[in-house]
T-cell receptor, first 113, second 117 residues
Framework: DAKTTQPPSMDCAEGRAANLPCNHS???????VYWYRQIHSQGPQYIIH???NNETNEMASLIITEDRKSSTLILPHATLRDTAVYYC??????????????FGKGMKLTVNP | NAGVMQNPRHLVRRRGQEARLRCSPM?????VYWYRQLPEEGLKFMVY????????ESGMPKERFSAEFPKEGPSILRIQQVVRGDSAAYFC???????????????FGNGTRLTVT
């Protein structure tokens, strides 16, 4: 089961910042939070990940609360091409001692003109 | 630097036939994950492989499905005697690291869309 919860959908105006929330209240101290998105029927696209500190790359910023129980993905200037399903994921252990991504239902972001 | 390559992009099989889906990971990646996405649903983990080893197959159906990642060549997801319920998009992902690699994102291919008629 996914260890994260997200609202099912959100709308955003083109050019505005999109703030996508995620709750992960059961996260462990050494587990990273990952964000992916899936545009239409393409493969999931990696966006960003973080552990404790806020992170920023060319696509987005990730703000993680101090207690690490929630995070927010920020798309600073949303465009129509950012319309997608966004997944907030905490990796879970595999049988082999590694980790895998468990996808929840994600959140559908619609950017409106 | 080529991404994860999956082929074919679309595959149509009649009930009872076999489906073979191929995945070439990114260069330098030796860890491969397969996921299945049914229409209007999220991705479900199927299997995690390293070269010549299956590490976690907890998401694989017990019958008709198998996966391999040989020393040379792509990873193969094989579905025998396909049924209509196997119609789905099958995604492969790869990463350079495995165990303890929380800091290593998976990179996904664009999938193979299997249609069983």
């Amino acid at each position: 089961d996914a260890k994260t919860t997200q609202p099912p959908s959100m709308d955003c105006a083109e050019g505005r910042a999109a703030n996508l929330p995620c709750n992960h209240s059961t996260i462990s101290g050494n587990e990273y939070v990952y964000w992916y998105r899936q545009i239409h029927s393409q493969g999931p696209q990696y966006i960003i990940h973080g552990l404790k500190n806020n992170e920023t790359n060319e696509m987005a910023s990730l703000i993680i609360t101090e207690d690490r129980k929630s995070s927010t993905l920020i798309l600073p200037h949303a465009t129509l091409r950012d319309t997608a399903v966004y997944y907030c994921i905490v990796r879970v252990p595999t049988q082999g001692g590694s980790e895998k991504l468990v996808f929840g239902k994600g959140m559908k972001l619609t950017v409106n003109p | 630097n080529a991404g994860v390559m999956q082929n074919p992009r679309h595959l149509v099989r009649r009930r009872g036939q076999e489906a073979r889906l191929r995945c070439s990971p990114m260069k330098g990646h030796s860890h491969v994950y397969w996921y299945r996405q049914l229409p209007e649903e999220g991705l479900k983990f199927m299997v995690y492989l390293q070269k010549e080893n299956i590490i976690d197959e907890s998401g694989m159906p017990k019958e008709r499905f198998s996966a391999e990642f040989p020393k040379e060549g792509p990873s193969i997801l094989r579905i025998q005697q396909v049924v209509r319920g196997d119609s789905a998009a099958y995604f492969c992902a790869s990463s350079p690291l495995g165990q303890g690699a929380s800091n290593s994102p998976l990179h996904f291919g664009n999938g193979t869309r299997l249609t069983v008629t």
